[in-house]
């Protein structure tokens, strides 16, 4: 089991780079553009990523999760995007820690085993990035090695992440469809998603 998770370590940087990425090319006139997740704008979505950074980096670290936060302006100042990649490198750093994986952690009020918390951090770094990117009409790619994993990840635990409505309904694919594609389906991501006309589907996290 540990050694698994020696392999899987190293593919955060591979999964937090693209994201970052697009974070730097974001500008603040963006912030109000509609995005992927249903009723989120842009503000919202970095909002959620930074406070999500913020308590998946102190599960990693066995530290108090701070409480949520409870509205967009909360995190939000005018050094956004320095601050979300400064997050982003601190959860990279915090998750790169085989001691990160040990054991169980608390999160959300529930306890869970800290290997799938793991898996969680890989595939919101890539869900959200696509997200962000998508809505800001930017590119981002992650490796064939990356998206195996949260395809993986994403496969043990989609229906109950339905069930609490953090995945809209499967988006059906053509055939061909990319192993991104392949991966923002089931998701309830729409690969074909722009911000005008904006998609009415439920809200993912």
Do not use: Y
């Amino acid at each position: 089991m540990q050694a698994v998770r020696f392999a899987v370590s190293p593919l955060l940087t591979a999964a937090a780079a693209p994201t970052v990425g697009v974070v730097r090319q974001v500008g603040a006139d963006q912030l109000s553009a509609p995005t992927p997740c249903s009723d989120w704008t842009v503000r919202q979505l970095v909002n959620h990523q930074l406070s999500g950074a913020l308590a998946l980096g102190s599960v990693a670290r066995k530290e108090q999760v701070p409480p949520p936060a409870e509205s967009t302006a909360d995190l939000i100042g005018d050094d956004w995007a320095a601050r979300l990649e400064e997050e982003i490198d601190r959860l990279v750093a915090a998750w790169s820690e085989p001691s990160a994986w040990e054991g169980t952690v608390s999160l959300g009020g529930n306890e869970r085993p800290a290997a799938v918390v793991g898996g969680v951090v890989l595939t919101e770094l890539v869900l959200h990035g696509w997200d962000l990117a998508r809505a800001t009409g930017l590119d981002a790619e992650w490796s064939d090695d990356v998206l195996e994993f949260v395809r993986g990840d994403l496969a043990k635990r989609i229906e109950q992440g339905r069930q609490h409505r953090m995945f809209g309904p499967e988006v059906a694919l053509p055939a061909g469809a990319s192993d991104l594609d392949k991966l923002l389906g089931p998701s309830g991501r729409d690969p074909n998603w722009t911000p005008r006309p904006r998609n009415a589907t439920p809200r993912q996290s």
